[in-house]
């Protein structure tokens, strides 16, 4: 099976998990198809997934809590550095991502940071190996 036809798999499982209300798994699932995308080279169909993946995140109703909590803290401490902010959050597997009942995972805030920065709601500034965050004026 090629990487294109992975990313046709996790795309459909996406879209599929949406639906019936699994946010987990679709977000899980868009990231791997964006993957796949890009391992494939298929650049066209990279940039309607990235779009389709972000139009999720905003529907994401995790993203939303995840975001308004985080902002808070970056709006009561402007430049704190993110891996400040990882280092409370826990390492999980892909699978252990899967599962609604589980402490906050350190790549639920790099998903939810990557799209607060993405949509302009804050300004993420290399510093060494992590990012300074600031709210955007």
């Known amino acids: 099976m090629s990487r294109f036809d992975d990313a046709q798999i996790h795309i459909t499982n996406a879209r599929s998990a949406e639906k019936h209300g699994d946010y987990l798994g679709a977000r899980v699932n868009y990231l791997k198809c964006v993957e ?20 999720f995140v905003k529907r ?33 597997s892909w699978q252990q991502l899967y ?25 993420r500034i290399k510093k060494g190996r992590s990012y300074e965050l600031r709210i955007k004026e």
Request: overall charge negative.
């Open 36 to 55: 796949s995308l890009k391992q494939a080279g298929a650049a066209t169909e990279l940039e309607n997934a990235t779009k389709e993946y972000e139009e």
């Open 99 to 123: 599962n609604y009942d589980r402490p906050i995972a350190k790549d639920d805030i790099y998903y939810a940071l990557y799209f607060a920065d993405k949509f302009g709601y804050i300004t």
């Open 60 to 92: 994401d109703p995790i993203f939303k809590k995840l975001i308004s909590v985080l902002l808070a803290g970056i709006k009561e401490n402007p430049g704190i550095i993110q891996s400040e902010i990882t280092s409370k959050a826990e390492e999980m």
